[in-house]
């Protein structure tokens, strides 16, 4: 029963459902007027290249037998669904978040994409860092950001990322999925791009 609590934790949580929770966290927490039909347009491509050409992708890799799960259990399986999802994010900052349209979220998908990278580069050095750490930890920092730069309490949602993030790290180990310096370092991944680039959008 723990363990099956505990996958479910993985699942609904997975790292390709993060960069459209930051979007959703961002417009519904900005002060500034954005016209709904604009709202509903980003979410809408966000959606298409964060979560349904990703799982397309997927199922086109394991039919030609280049990944097993979607959890990427292997370094080797990492390596072409990681490039390929840094192709996306590089799509997403050219034609979904400018800067000069949506700072706030241009900067979010950077980090995003220096996370993917380094992620990438450590797959190749034969080290499986958390996937799911990087993703959660980068939302609890853009959180953070968005609390301080809109100068809002939203306590409540940090709190509950904070939560999440214990919940998944303790599902990781409990399952024998991470080590613990792989969430250490899924964690630092996730955590320091999203922090260094606040100082351009504060």
């Known amino acids: 029963m723990i363990d099956q609590i505990l996958r479910a934790i993985s699942f609904i949580f997975h790292p390709m459902l993060m960069p459209l929770l930051g979007v959703v966290l961002y417009f519904s927490k900005t002060p500034r007027f954005i016209p ?19 799982i397309l992708l997927f199922y ?3 039919s030609i037998k280049k990944v097993k799960t979607i959890y ?3 370094t080797h399986e990492r390596i072409l669904p990681l490039f390929l999802n840094c192709i996306i994010i590089i799509l997403i900052l050219s034609r979904i978040f400018t800067i000069e349209e949506i700072p ?14 380094s992620c990438l580069i450590l797959a190749f050095l034969k080290f499986k ?3 799911h750490m990087i993703a959660i930890s980068g939302i609890f920092m853009f959180s953070l950001g ?9 306590n409540g949602i940090i709190a509950l990322v904070s939560v999440v993030m ?37």
């Open 146 to 154: 968005l609390s301080v730069h809109f100068k809002i309490n939203i």
């Open 36 to 54: 709904n039909a604009i709202v509903e347009a980003k979410l809408f491509s966000t959606s298409i290249l964060t979560i349904i050409l990703p």
């Open 129 to 131: 860092s958390s996937i």
């Open 104 to 117: 706030e979220l241009y900067f979010f998908f950077i980090g995003i994409l220096i996370s993917n990278i």
């Open 60 to 62: 086109l890799l394991k």
């Open 72 to 74: 990427l259990e292997t």
């Open 166 to 202: 214990g919940a998944i790290a303790t599902s990781k180990l409990h399952l024998k999925v991470h080590t613990p310096i792989e969430l250490f370092a899924g964690l630092m991944i996730g955590l320091l791009p999203q922090l260094l680039l606040i100082k351009y959008w504060l």
